[in-house]
């Protein structure tokens, strides 16, 4: 079945540490990929997004993303995380030759930035 | 801008009971989602409305599960009867191109007794 894999489920880490979250997803052909956040009492938000052209796309609060098609992965990553930065990842994909466009999203990986 | 805007935020109901969930789409976007969220995974797509139009219901419950979006604006989500497997989070979320970045409300709770 087609899906979108993330690697871990939980993450825990120290403030300034770096982070990397995998996605990889299953389908074939041109797909528009997406990061959303979601902070602790708050709704989804955009973290970034990669439709075409230069494959490592930053996004906000520091964010940076690489798409490598070969690997059918976008993995998030950020050098130097904040207690801030504590939150739930998903990352999502739209497969092109859908229709309608049906975004699919991973389950989910919960990161707690500890002081 | 404003965002998009669902209610109720909380509701607590008994299993077999009726509930249902209104969404107002940011102004302007033609497309708009349903998504259940489940506690401990990623939202997934209920509906897709296009305008007034489903385009995708592939995974909406049908036997209880409904919705509609009439005049193409504000859209329902309904649940007839429930069961306690509806317990999650339900998410609207709206788009200006089919394919492009959903914007998403704040949820709907659903805890089913």
């Known amino acids: 079945a087609q899906s979108v894999s993330q690697h871990n489920h939980h993450v825990i880490l120290s403030e300034a540490a770096s982070l990397e979250l995998g996605c990889n997803y299953s389908?074939?052909?041109?797909?528009?990929l997406f990061w959303y956040v979601q902070y602790p009492g708050q709704h989804l938000q955009l973290l970034l997004k990669?439709?075409?052209?230069?494959?490592l796309v930053k996004g906000i609060k520091g964010f940076e993303a690489e798409f490598i098609k070969s690997k059918f992965s976008f993995n998030l990553r950020k050098p130097s995380v904040q207690w801030s930065d504590t939150a739930e990842y998903f990352c999502?994909?739209?497969?092109?030759?859908?229709?309608?466009?049906?975004?699919?999203f991973g389950a989910g990986t919960q990161v707690v930035v500890t002081p | 801008e404003a965002g998009v805007a669902q209610s109720p935020r909380y509701k607590i109901i008994e299993k077999r009971q009726s509930v249902a969930f209104w969404c107002n789409p940011i102004?302007?976007?033609?497309?708009l989602y349903w998504y259940q969220q489940i506690l401990g995974q990623g939202p997934k797509l209920l509906i897709q409305?296009?305008?007034?139009?489903?385009?995708?219901d592939s995974q909406l419950p049908k036997d209880r599960f409904s919705a509609e979006r009439l005049k193409g604006v504000d859209s329902t989500l309904k649940i007839q009867p429930a069961k306690l497997e509806d317990s999650a989070v339900y998410l609207c979320?709206?788009?200006?191109?089919?394919?492009?970045?959903?914007?998403f409300g704040e949820g709907s709770r659903l805890t089913v007794l």
């Open positions: 389908y074939g052909g041109t797909v528009n």
């Open positions: 999502a994909v739209i497969r092109l030759t859908d229709s309608w466009g049906k975004l699919q």
């Open positions: 409305f296009q305008n007034n139009g489903v385009v995708d």
């Open positions: 102004s302007g976007h033609a497309t």
């Open positions: 990669y439709f075409s052209g230069d494959p």
């Open positions: 979320a709206s788009s200006l191109v089919k394919v492009g970045e959903l914007f």
